[in-house]
């Protein structure tokens, strides 16, 4: 590929050849627009900003190619038969010395770069080396061209186990709690805490997708950073690939559009805002850090040019009580230059921040360089006293919504007495004696009854482990018992109930070590310990003590409480009414006892697997 002596440049032939990763942007064309006029719009921007040098020595394009109609794309196919409407492919050269090299002119680093756009109807997919926000200005400026698809869609589409998450906080800002972060695990969807993470933003998102079609192409590890319209499957693809690719995600993401919307992948992440009247009262502004633009494309240094230049500038902000509209006092070197007014606008399914001074600067060089440092906003962070938070072109809110407690259970205790947790006799080996004997129809029977495989051991007494220890296939369960405080088959949700239970769970965690239970079991508290092995009692303890020595950190430990004073109906009706918006006693009270459990398990899982409780039928 060379480019013509005249100064045109050469035809791009080859395509097929060509390998590229499928990392693309996805834009709609505006219900009003011509799809094939805003391609040629798009075309047009693309090239200008592929010619444009930045701080490189020089860019040139070596070769491009525009195919439509009835165009056949090398061997591959016809446009036609492809189902595209227009393609668009442009290689350049970009010539530029190392960010390292100071004021040398020497060494070059030479990088070859790859463009295309393609579209298929109202969509347009593109994969470029142009900066996202190059485009979205461009995007901003003809604004009935194209949009980026909606946040929503995105976040919603590609369903999986979610393996990293890229956070960013809405709350405000404090030195107890992280202004963003990122989690990594099997599935990130459990790791996300309700509490914890209800003030956190998605900014992308790496998924295991998985297909609903057997036979789509799309699949595995996907990236999706919903404010760019992004999407990035993590596999090098041959040309055809790439086209089935395109085809495919547009006719899926076209589907999303007019569907009922699915279930949000991380539901307990933080509220996107559609309604500007809910936003009022910004009192604080923050600027993004350099390791918060790693993943921000900025092959001039621009963004972090202007990140460094509003670090260190005054931008005192004056919010007003009953808008999201403020002024922002801004200063050059700890002297104020000028006003700004700022105001959140829509764009498309985001916001933009509309920046204008408020009067004359005193010092306007100054001031207008911060202006257009704040640009739309994309590089700041802006807090209201309403609880929301302007992010990467969205405004999000604290999730306020208590979810209820993932793992609780309903058993039939059938005649056993759930207000009864051990047997009617004192003195702790007596009570071991008399657990599961005839006549015995306390809570410490049933759990005999349930955990009839593998070991169960009981420790009941002074400075207990927990009441049971249930020991099968190398997985440890530690069961607390509570009886309930009433048995009336009307008995109300409660708290208490379960507070002391909980407590004694949570505060024995650390405890739950094999070298702790080793010790503990060795030499016997009682001299005859209630066990179990497979259901028939046994007095001899060795074997347990060794079941546990032989536990790796492949085993897992869980942690169960039973408590039967929760009545599936009685929680039923109350979370119905809490659904519908009609609460009532029982419901704020479930509400109080969701909050309890959902902390009990944050502790768990912190050292441990997961926490189950059981209430009853």
């Not at 914890?196 to 036979?215: C, K, L, Q, R």
């Not at 403020?326 to 050059?332: E, I, K, L, M, Q």
């Amino acid at each position: 590929m060379e480019t013509i002596d005249d100064g045109t440049v050469s035809r791009l032939d080859g395509l097929a050849d060509l390998t590229p990763t499928f990392s693309v942007c996805v834009l709609c064309s505006h219900p009003d627009a011509d799809p094939a006029a805003a391609f040629r719009s798009l075309v047009e921007f693309l090239r200008t900003n592929l010619a444009a040098k930045g701080r490189a020595q020089s860019v040139r394009c070596l070769a491009e190619v525009v195919l439509t109609g009835s165009d056949q794309v090398d061997e591959i196919a016809s446009m036609l038969d492809l189902g595209f409407d227009d393609l668009f492919a442009s290689i350049r050269e970009r010539r530029a010395t190392p960010n390292w090299s100071g004021e040398r002119t020497e060494p070059i680093d030479v990088v070859n770069q790859l463009t295309l756009a393609i579209r298929r109807g109202r969509f347009v997919v593109v994969h470029t080396p142009v900066s996202d926000e190059a485009l979205r200005k461009w995007l901003r400026r003809f604004n009935r061209l194209y949009r980026y698809l909606p946040s929503a869609v995105l976040r919603s589409t590609f369903q999986g186990n979610g393996r990293t998450v890229w956070l960013r906080g809405v709350h405000r800002r404090r030195f107890t709690k992280a202004d963003s972060k990122t989690l990594v695990g099997m599935r990130v969807q459990e790791v996300l805490d309700d509490d914890e993470d209800a003030s956190f933003a998605m900014s992308a998102a790496a998924i295991d997708y998985v297909p609903t079609d057997d036979g789509a192409i799309v699949r595995g590890r996907l990236t999706v950073s919903p404010q760019r319209s992004r999407i990035y499957w993590k596999v090098r693809v041959d040309m055809p690939t790439f086209l089935a690719a395109t085809t495919e995600t547009v006719d899926l993401l076209d589907k999303a559009l007019v569907a009922e919307p699915q279930d949000e992948l991380f539901p307990q992440l933080a509220i996107p805002e559609i309604d500007l009247c809910n936003v009022r009262g910004a009192y604080d502004i923050s600027i993004a850090e350099p390791d918060e633009l790693f993943d921000m494309p900025d092959p001039d240094g621009d963004l972090e040019a202007r990140a460094h230049l509003l670090r260190n500038s005054i931008l005192e902000v004056v919010g007003h009580p009953e808008s999201a509209a403020f002024t922002a006092v801004v200063g050059h070197d700890g002297a104020e230059v000028g006003k700004l007014s700022i105001k959140p606008v829509p764009r498309g399914d985001g916001f933009d921040l509309d920046v204008r001074f408020a009067e004359v600067p005193s010092s306007e060089k100054h001031a207008r360089r911060i202006r257009d440092a704040i640009g739309d906003g994309d590089l700041v962070r802006v807090y209201y006293e309403s609880g929301h938070t302007f992010d990467e072109h969205q405004i999000n809110c604290q999730n306020q919504t208590a979810p209820p407690f993932a793992n609780l259970e309903f058993a039939d205790f059938g005649l056993h007495l759930v207000t009864r947790e051990k047997p009617l006799v004192h003195g702790d080996q007596a009570i071991h004696g008399a657990i599961a004997r005839p006549g015995d129809l306390s809570l410490f029977s049933w759990v005999v009854e349930q955990y009839s495989t593998g070991w169960l051991v009981c420790d009941d007494g002074a400075g207990e482990v927990a009441d049971f220890l249930h020991l099968d296939g190398g997985t440890l369960t530690a069961i607390h018992v509570k009886g309930a405080h009433s048995g009336s088959p009307a008995r109300h949700v409660s708290v208490t109930a379960y507070q002391e239970v909980v407590g004694q769970a949570v505060k024995n965690l650390r405890s739950l070590t094999t070298d702790s239970l080793v010790d503990r079991f060795t030499v016997h508290r009682i001299a005859q310990p209630a066990a179990w092995r497979n259901g028939t009692r046994v007095t001899d303890l060795s074997e347990f003590v060794r079941a546990l020595r032989d536990r790796t950190t492949r085993n897992k430990t869980r942690v169960v409480i039973v408590q039967p004073h929760l009545l599936r109906s009685v929680h039923d009706a109350a979370r119905k009414a809490a659904e519908d918006g009609t609460p009532t006693r029982e419901s704020r009270s479930l509400t109080l006892l969701d909050g309890l459990l959902r902390s009990a398990r944050k502790a768990v899982i912190s050292l441990w697997d997961d926490l189950t409780v059981i209430g009853s039928e």
